[in-house]
């Protein structure tokens, strides 16, 4: 990956048609074979199974797809370039034992540099297990911290930036560190519309990241952005 890393939105996918099947499919197809910057890394929550089985069949060659081990009903996977990283291992931490949802968390060392990248991906709990989850979420993003490490914190988090923040530095309070590394990689457009139908951002990513590695922000491709966010 040469220069800086681009991010873009949690990939979201609500399937409710064949016609968003297949558009979904097309906009990480566009991803991965973009003419400028083309991912090598997608995250993908709430990806119906018919999606994930047709991306399958048709991903390139050198991209693998990685799901949390033992939960075969999961709809959060990661897929990446494996021209580019090469595979470490898994974590997955669920927020309780009889619930679904998980912190699930891939490992990968980039092929160039061996340099180690972490990325934490969760649809971490909301409404009234809202603040319960952030902590949850919190608290591994401290397990999974290395100094020497590029660290990324993913996904749709039902929660804005500010309260994941203050999560975060609770966090790092309890396990005694002198400052909170985790930053905010800020998103210049609304990811969700609260009940009072007002822009909020809930699908978010923070950061961490070594002095000696590579940056880290967000694409605000204007093409792109209309053309994802229209389909949320």
Same mark, same amino acid.
């Given at each position: 990956?040469? %220069?800086?890393?681009?991010?873009?939105?949690?990939?979201?996918?609500?399937?409710?048609?064949?016609?968003?099947?297949?558009?979904?499919?097309?906009?990480?197809?566009?991803?991965? $074979?973009?003419?400028?910057?083309?991912?090598?890394?997608?995250?993908?929550?709430?990806?119906?199974?018919?999606?994930?089985?047709?991306?399958? $069949?048709?991903?390139?060659?050198?991209?693998?797809?990685? *799901?949390?081990?033992?939960?075969?009903?999961?709809?959060?996977?990661?897929?990446? /370039? *494996? /021209?580019?990283?090469?595979?470490? %291992?898994?974590?997955?931490?669920?927020?309780?034992?009889?619930?679904?949802?998980?912190?699930?968390?891939?490992?990968?060392?980039?092929?160039?540099?061996?340099?180690?990248?972490?990325?934490?991906?969760?649809?971490?709990?909301?409404?009234?297990?809202?603040?319960? %989850?952030?902590?949850?979420?919190?608290?591994?993003?401290?397990?999974?911290?290395?100094?020497?490490?590029?660290?990324?914190?993913? %996904?749709?988090? $039902?929660?804005?930036? !500010?309260?994941?923040?203050?999560?975060?530095?609770?966090?790092?309070? $309890?396990?005694?560190?002198?400052?909170?590394? &985790?930053?905010?990689? !800020?998103?210049?457009?609304?990811?969700?519309?609260?009940?009072?139908?007002?822009?909020?951002?809930?699908?978010? =990513? =923070?950061?961490? *990241?070594?002095?000696?590695?590579?940056?880290?922000?967000?694409?605000?491709?204007?093409?792109?952005?209309?053309? &994802?966010?229209?389909?949320?």
């Amino acid at each position: 990956m040469k %220069g800086p890393i681009f991010i873009c939105l949690p990939f979201i996918v609500i399937v409710c048609s064949r016609g968003v099947k297949i558009f979904s499919i097309e906009i990480i197809l566009g991803m991965i $074979n973009h003419s400028t910057h083309p991912r090598s890394l997608i995250g993908l929550e709430e990806a119906h199974r018919d999606v994930l089985n047709h991306l399958k $069949n048709i991903l390139p060659a050198n991209w693998k797809m990685v *799901t949390p081990p033992g939960q075969p009903n999961s709809q959060d996977l990661f897929i990446y /370039d *494996t /021209d580019i990283f090469e595979y470490v %291992g898994v974590n997955v931490a669920k927020y309780q034992e009889n619930l679904p949802k998980s912190i699930f968390t891939l490992l990968l060392k980039e092929k160039s540099s061996g340099h180690s990248y972490r990325f934490l991906q969760s649809h971490v709990p909301g409404g009234p297990n809202s603040a319960e %989850g952030c902590e949850k979420f919190a608290k591994e993003a401290f397990k999974n911290y290395r100094v020497a490490e590029t660290t990324v914190l993913m %996904g749709d988090m $039902n929660a804005s930036p !500010s309260e994941i923040l203050k999560a975060l530095q609770q966090a790092s309070i $309890n396990v005694g560190m002198n400052k909170q590394p &985790y930053h905010y990689v !800020s998103i210049d457009y609304p990811s969700h519309v609260n009940t009072n139908l007002e822009a909020s951002w809930i699908d978010n =990513f =923070f950061a961490y *990241t070594p002095k000696s590695a590579k940056r880290i922000h967000a694409s605000h491709h204007s093409e792109e952005i209309r053309q &994802y966010s229209a389909h949320y």
